[in-house]
């Protein structure tokens, strides 16, 4: 029994394509079969795959069924958590999206799910992504500082999400605690955030992240070990569409 992650799956059966690597990069072609594959050899019904973040291109529940019953058809146990483009998941009605596709797939927001003594916990957390301003040799000289005290307000909100899951798992005894995100724990320009701080706070012994996908954002955060907890990036092409293990 293991347990798996990964995120961008940025599926697309009934909705339109609109990211322009996805679209032409070699990596994307064909990757729904590359993955459904690597699970089907590497993943057992008695392990467990969190998904993090960005399942669909679909803007409304309609426009993802396909999409979620081809993660449905995975192996194992499936664990999802939220990205910035999974609009067919409103988060005040995350109780409906459970009701309907129990015991199929968890959806996670505001809660913690277990893993043998681990308490997983997630958000979908947020940092600021600029836009920069670059001198001639590519080094950031400034960015938008509208943008980044807006950027300031999602963190906030997120950190407050992902404090809730951390404080229902610890009432309930649980003191290890594998932590996931959509965004990367820091951006650019930082070195440690608020979520690397609340992930050392509780003793978190990992926080796996997505997003940042293209080769050019493969090294945009933390990887390996920092301070005290080991930071992985699991967004698909950066996997070359193969589960990693976590435990």
């Known amino acids: 029994m293991s347990l798996y ?9 009934q909705s339109v394509l609109k990211a322009p690597g996805q679209l032409h990069d070699r990596v994307w072609k064909n990757h729904e079969e590359k993955f459904r594959k690597n699970c089907g050899k590497l993943l057992t019904e008695e392990d467990t795959l969190v998904l993090v973040g ?21 192996p194992g146990r499936k664990i999802l958590t939220r990205g910035n483009h999974d609009m067919f998941w409103d988060v005040k009605k995350t109780g409906q999206l459970n009701d309907l596709y129990r015991p199929h797939l968890t959806f996670l927001q505001d809660s913690y799910e277990t893993y043998q003594d681990y ?26 500082e509208k943008e980044e005290i807006h950027a300031k307000k999602l963190v906030d909100r997120e950190l407050l999400r992902l404090r809730k899951s951390f404080e229902l798992a610890k009432a309930d005894g649980y003191r ?4 996931f995100l959509h965004y990367p724990p820091t951006n650019i320009l930082e070195e440690r955030s608020g979520f690397t701080d609340m992930a050392e706070e509780y003793g978190a012994d990992q926080v796996i992240y997505a997003h940042s996908h293209g080769e050019s954002r493969f090294h945009d955060s933390i990887h390996g070990v920092f301070r ?19 435990l």
């Open 5 to 13: 992650a990964i995120g961008d799956l940025h599926l697309h059966y």
């Open 54 to 74: 960005d399942h669909s291109w679909g803007k409304n529940l309609s426009e993802c069924e396909l999409d979620l019953q081809y993660i449905c058809d995975l």
């Open 119 to 144: 308490a997983i916990v997630g958000t979908k957390g947020f940092t600021f992504e600029g836009p920069f301003y670059l001198d001639r040799c590519g080094r950031i000289v400034d960015w938008d």
């Open 176 to 179: 290890k605690y594998i932590m």
């Open 228 to 246: 005290g907890r080991i930071y992985h990036l699991v967004s698909g092409d950066f996997l070359r569409w193969k589960p990693l293990k976590i």
